[in-house]
């Protein structure tokens, strides 16, 4: 009872750190959806790094470790240190130059004005709508499962959901971007502090060292894989560094960038992203590990900590540890839910009419409004769909967020792209999500078990297309390589047809202010005259 | 290409390249600190190089230009626009 007590502590405190966020609020969508463009630099570290990590992070990492050992750290976790601060620094900042030199507030937007198409921008928005979604179902689901099984099954799984639901709902239905980057300090705080805490507490109640315990594994034929990568193909753990390209492409993340007071506010964030990412999953991955000798054959890896922490914790501290897990599950589904609002009003509502014809504090009110329902359907899926369907859409939406990356690279970057390169690079995530789809499917029945070698799924084409346990593979690479390459070739090859976007609209997105003096062919007087610019340039 | 720009952009394939440290793939041993795996040490010791990493490119490459940013007149329009075909 004294965990669901502290939870309860926990979330009352969420709850009222969004209320006086309601009373600071604004009446306009810059406001409600970016916080006035004003998070400064150490609460725009912690908000967005919040805004990336799941209970996946906590649960999901431990999990993978007890399943197939040390590399899960490698795959997931030390590849995103490096790819994931180096999409912020390239990309976040001139997202974030864009989006206060031009007023955008989501990357549709943004890809409407730069590519002079509105159509373009209405079918990665269904695109980025339909990866999106999924993610949020199962943050629910995620929050849900975490108080159930923290408090042993006393809060009821559909209970945990609702709570869940409710928290996240309230805290972004009154509070916006403002009451969600609040909560965000507090919830990274403790999140951050969970590993470290964890495996202290943990290693304190053990009878020997951890060294023990990894010499045991080491020593065992059937363990000895959990602590090296000796049943990882190499392609396999390769293909994974792709994978965090999709963090700036997911909306929530790119919206957060838009989001910061000054562009100076990313450089805090990119050095501590590697560390903060460390502190999280080294110890959680650690503790998956030697899980495997001290709570051996769970049914369900996923709760390997819970278990450890139930066992070897005081039920206080159990508690607050808890709470860090709901702080990772909720700060993140906050941001999902907070930025497929800001899609459907600004890329939807406000760009067919809505708030020309109703101004905008009614736009505020729809964006509240969508919240409930959005929230509310969430809420209803999660408890009539089976959890696996939804891992899948997850799963693939990482792949197609990372496909997507080129496209904004180019947006950014690359005077003569034009809509129909956006357009076929779209077009081929958009068919690569649907075959994979099939192909996993198809290819369920004759999965091979965990250190089985793989399954051919079509024998006449040879290794092309290969089943491992859990993922269809091209040569054994995983789908996510040549979704993202063939998403580049064709955005560069298919630009290069048509007529490239207008001079004016070059000249406003490749001036002097946004490429820099320096930029090959940036025209900083005409950019200058045409938009306006100051006379310090 | 600039120089500096030419060593930055080697030193970031170098260091992604690094990421896939085969020579470790199958050992386990020696354990760091006596209880952490090589593997597991060495993609640790890994992220602490990319945080120096993002250090060097902030302080050497660092978008300077972005910082005196200024929205402009027509804000904000793009946004709810239509006619864009």
């Not at chain 1, 993922?471 to 993202?484: I, K, Q, S, Y």
Request: aromatic share 12%; hydrophobic share 50%; net charge positive.
């Amino acid at each position: 009872m004294i965990p669901v007590v502290v939870v309860g502590i926990y979330l009352a405190i969420i709850a009222v750190i969004g209320s006086v966020a309601f009373r600071r609020s604004k009446a306009n969508t810059e406001d409600f959806f970016l916080a006035n463009r004003a998070v400064g630099s150490m609460v725009f570290f912690l908000s967005i790094f919040a805004t990336n990590m799941t209970a996946f992070a906590i649960l999901g990492s431990s999990g993978q470790a007890y399943r197939q050992g040390i590399g899960i750290y490698g795959l997931m976790a030390s590849s995103s240190g490096l790819v994931i601060p180096l999409t912020i620094f390239f990309i976040g900042t001139r997202l974030w130059a864009i989006g206060k030199r031009f007023g955008h507030q989501t990357q549709v937007g943004f890809f409407r004005d730069r590519w002079e198409c509105s159509t373009i921008g209405t079918l990665i928005f269904i695109l980025s709508v339909a990866m999106l979604v999924p993610y949020m179902i199962i943050s629910i689901m995620g929050g849900g499962r975490v108080l159930n099984d923290i408090s042993g099954g006393q809060v009821a799984y559909w209970l945990g959901c609702a709570i869940v639901a409710l928290v996240v709902t309230a805290n972004v239905f009154f509070g916006g971007m403002r009451g969600t980057v609040w909560v965000n300090i507090f919830q990274t705080v403790l999140f951050l502090l969970f590993g470290a805490v964890a495996l202290g507490v943990i290693s304190h109640g053990l009878q020997g060292g951890f060294g023990e315990y990894i010499d045991k594994i080491l020593n065992n034929p059937k363990t000895r894989y959990l602590v090296t990568r000796e049943r990882m193909p190499e392609r396999y753990f390769w293909s994974y560094t792709f994978i965090p390209l999709s963090s700036i492409m997911f909306p929530h993340m790119a919206i957060m960038c838009f989001a910061a007071r000054k562009v100076t506010a990313f450089k805090r964030t990119v050095v501590l992203y590697p560390l903060a990412i460390m502190a999280i999953w080294l110890p959680c991955i650690f503790l998956g590990v030697i899980g495997t000798q001290l709570e051996p054959n769970l049914a369900k890896p996923d709760g390997i900590l819970l278990h450890l922490l139930t066992d070897h914790a005081p039920a206080w501290l159990a508690g607050i540890l808890g709470a860090g897990i709901i702080s990772a599950v909720m700060g993140s589904d906050t941001h999902q839910v907070l930025a497929v609002s800001t899609m459907f009003t600004k890329d939807v509502f406000a760009h067919y009419g809505g708030t020309a014809k109703y101004g905008e504090r009614s736009t505020v009110m729809f964006a509240r409004g969508f919240i409930l329902c959005v929230t509310g359907l969430a809420y209803v899926i999660a408890l009539n769909t089976p959890e696996s369907i939804f891992e899948l859409a997850v799963r693939f939406a990482f792949s197609g967020f990372a496909a997507m990356a080129p496209v904004m690279i180019a947006a950014l970057f690359w005077r003569r792209s034009t809509k129909y390169g956006a357009l076929a690079s779209t077009l081929w995530v958009a068919a690569w999500l649907l075959l994979t789809w099939y192909l996993q499917r198809i290819s369920d029945g004759t999965a091979p078990k965990p250190g089985q070698p793989v399954a051919l799924i079509y024998p006449a084409l040879g290794h092309l297309l290969e089943r491992s346990t859990a993922n269809v593979t091209v040569f054994g690479f995983l789908p996510v390589v040549p979704m993202v390459l063939g998403s580049a070739v064709l955005m560069i090859l298919v630009s290069l047809i048509p007529r490239p976007p207008s001079q004016a609209t070059i000249d406003k997105y490749f001036s002097a202010q946004l490429a820099g003096s320096n930029f090959p062919g940036s025209r900083p007087q005409k950019a200058m005259a045409q938009a306006g610019g100051s006379s310090r340039f | 290409m600039k120089l500096k720009t030419v060593v930055l952009t080697l030193l970031i394939l170098a260091i992604y390249v690094l990421h896939q440290d085969s020579w470790n793939w199958k050992k386990a041993e020696p354990l760091v600190f006596g209880f952490l795996p090589i593997g597991l040490a060495y993609q640790a010791g890994y992220s602490v190089l990319a945080s120096i990493l993002m250090g060097v490119l902030v302080k050497v490459a660092w978008p300077r230009h972005l910082e005196n940013i200024e929205p402009t007149d027509a804000r904000g329009e793009s946004d709810e626009k239509e006619g864009h075909q």
